[in-house]
Every structure is written in structure tokens, then in C-alpha cells.
């Protein structure tokens, strides 16, 4: 059995609150520790390389929840140890100081890489499995939508929350935040995987198996790839836009927060448009993630060059949004394809993405604070915006390239 538009809207509100608790390490956790208490860049870099490198576990966490039968579970307690991270990194960063700080900012942000790893992971393969074939583009798309929406509402509402900001504000603040998400994930659970029956059982039993014979699929091991490409463009200039608002625009904790907002605002709109337009024939999945990754470069281009805070960060989101849609939908069809492997495949799309996205961290945060040593702060951001465009244009081609189904090919691009 499987859900209709009302289940598919209830159970991605699992995604919202995975989105609200993904926001608060790279956009607020990273502005305190960068411009607060003036560590260098490179920390939260590592702490969020640590927290993606952490999510290397995820095709384990995809098989498990293959090989178990049941989901749910894993996205409830991958979301409770994401929540006991966030608190934990509040408290190092409200009250305490060097390396007591550090060793338990290491321990939150290990904490928060397992519980993304165990709940996104199970999250999406309970998705793909309950969504039908027809809806499965725009089921994909509505999830990334949720996802985009709920770091909307925490970063705008986290900011709002923190005005003003003290310390005090921020542990008070945080454990809200949390629980709030965990009961969110709750709702959109209860009952799901009761409706639609048990998980077919895995072809192979066993990890090893079931990635080697993921990985000997042409299509799954070239998506891969892509994935590795589009998320390391797509992650650069994550952990540099707060800062970037502080150090250059001057903006405090609770405006670099609410502009982060803007951005995964201007995002959503992107995939509406896209996706909105894409069921009516208008533009197709692949042109949509190669016009994504231009106007993406465009905004960082504008950013480096000193242009308008506002309107090239929203400009940078809405280029995020087109891409997200045609990479997404056919991440969802090639993970449904194989009946009792949509965990473990979902899981080597989810590894790829998180060690892009942590390598990413530590390239944009490890080369501003050498450029900085040498180059004015502008000239020094201009420089990881530069080369963020680059990989987004280099993205651009390979879209094209690799989305665009060929007869003798395996068909990657869905809804076309």
C-alpha cells in the first residue's frame, strides 16, 4: 500500500523538523563561535566536517532500516540525538571556554552527524517505498520543500527568539527548538509504516553485499558521482555567509540568522517555480538543475564583487532551489528502483553527499582564514565565492550531460 497527497504532506513534516535542527549548527553555531568568541573560521569548519564525516554511517543506517523492517525508530532517536547535540553545543558555546569547550563541541557535533545520518536516511527510503511511482518527483520535491521550509522557520524564529542576544538567551532558546522538532517528527510518523505494510526484505542480508552490488549499477554509481560534484558547489559558501554578514556588512547574531532565512526562502520559491513548472511541460528537470547552477554562480559573483547583501544572497537561494529540484527527483527514482534496497541506496547517495558537504566545510572556512592573513576581508570571501561559482558551473555541465537520458541508457531523470 502506499500514501496519498494527505500521508506524503504529513509524513514530510519528518523532513521539516530535520531541516529546523540541520540549520542551527552551520548558520547560527558557526556565526557565535567565528564572530562572538572570535575563534578562527577553520573550528566550526571542523566541527562540521567532523558532524559529515559522521554521516559516512549512513548506507549502515540505510540497511538497517531495510534489513528491520520498520523505519521509524531510527528517525525518532536520530532526531533525539541531533536535539541532545544542539544542546550540548549551546552549552559549550554559553558557558565554557577553550578546550573543555572544544572536546564537548567535538562530542555534540558526532552526536548530530549520527542522528542526521540515521533520520534523513530512513526518512527518505520510507518516502520513496510509500510514495507512489507517479507522485514519486513531486513527492521528492515537497520534501526538499519541508526541508528548505523548516531551516526557514528555525533560523527566522531562532533569530527573533535571541533578540537580544546573550548567552543565557541562547540555552534558553535551544532545547525549545528541540523538542519542538522531535515532537514535530512524532506526528508525521505515527502510524505511517503500519498503513503502508512491512519493508520488503533486503536481497542481501548482509552490508558488504548490498553496497557492492548498489555500486555495481551503472546508473547508481554515476549519480554518485554527480552528487559528490553538485553538493561540494552546492555547500562552499555554507559556513562563510554568516560570518561574511558579520565580518564585511557589519550585521549582529540575530540579522546574519534572519538573512540565512532569506536565502532558504529564496530557495523554496526556486523549487515551487521549478517544480510548478516542470508539471506543466515547461522546462524540464534537467534544464532546471543547469539553470539552477548558474544563477547560483551569478549570486555568488554579485557577493563577491561587494554588490547588495540581500538581493545576491536571495539570488544565490533561488539558483539553490532549481538545482535541488532535478537532482532530488531522480535521487528518489533511482533509490526506488531496486525492491529492498531503497535504504542502502539511499544511504551511498547520503554518504557522498555528506562527505561533499564536509570537505566543503573545511576548503571555504581553511582558505578564508589563509586569505585573510594576506588579503583585505572583502578580497579574502570574494576568493571562496569565486570558487564556489566555478564548481557550480562545472556542476551545470555535468547536469547536462549526466540527467539527460539516452536510449541505451538507464533513464535517471524522472518526470520528463
Sequence with gaps: MTLGWGGIARLCLCNMAIGG??????????????????WPALLPGLLVALHYGVQMTRPYWGHRSDAKGGRTPFILGGIAAVG??????????????????????????????????AAGTSFLALLATAAPDHRKP????????TLIFGAIIASIGTGIALEPYSPERLLAVVPVVALVCLALAWVAT??????????????????GPALRATWADPAARAFTGFVFLSILAFYLSELVLEPFAGHVHGLPPEDSTKLSGG??????????????LSQFR???????????????????????MGLNLLTFTVVLGLGNGLFVVGAIGSMMRL???????AGTRMGVF???????????????????????????????????????????????????????????????????
Design 138 to 145: 513531486a513527492a521528492a520535491t515537497f520534501a526538499w520543500l
Design 350 to 416: 547520503g554518504a557522498a553527499q555528506a562527505v561533499a558537504a564536509g570537505l566543503a566545510g573545511l576548503i571555504a572556512t581553511g582558505i578564508l582564514d589563509i586569505a585573510r592573513l594576506a588579503l583585505p576581508t572583502q578580497t579574502a570571501y570574494a576568493t571562496v565565492f569565486g570558487l564556489e561559482a566555478i564548481l557550480f558551473l562545472a556542476a551545470a555541465l555535468v547536469a547536462g550531460r549526466l540527467l539527460h537520458a539516452r536510449p541505451s541508457e538507464p533513464q535517471l531523470q524522472p518526470g520528463e
Design 282 to 304: 515547461i522546462g524540464s528537470l534537467r534544464i532546471w538543475a543547469m539553470v539552477g547552477c548558474v544563477v547560483s554562480a551569478v549570486g555568488l559573483i554579485g557577493l563577491g
Design 263 to 276: 536565502k532558504d526562502g529564496a530557495a523554496l520559491l526556486g523549487m515551487l517555480l521549478a517544480g510548478g
Design 190 to 207: 505515527v502510524g505511517v509504516e503500519a498503513r503502508i505494510g512491512a519493508v520488503p526484505a533486503p536481497d542481501e542480508p548482509e552490508l
Design 84 to 117: 541532545l547535540g544542539l544542546v550540548l553545543t549551546a552549552y559549550g558555546i554559553a558557558q565554557l571556554t577553550g578546550t573543555v569547550a572544544l572536546v564537548v563541541w567535538i562530542i555534540a557535533y558526532a552526536l548530530i552527524g549520527l542522528g542526521i545520518g
Design 335 to 341: 533509490a526506488s528502483e531496486r525492491q529492498g534496497a
Design 21 to 38: 535542527l540541520a540549520a542551527l549548527p552551520v548558520n547560527l553555531f558557526n556565526r557565535l563561535m567565528t564572530v562572538e568568541l572570535s
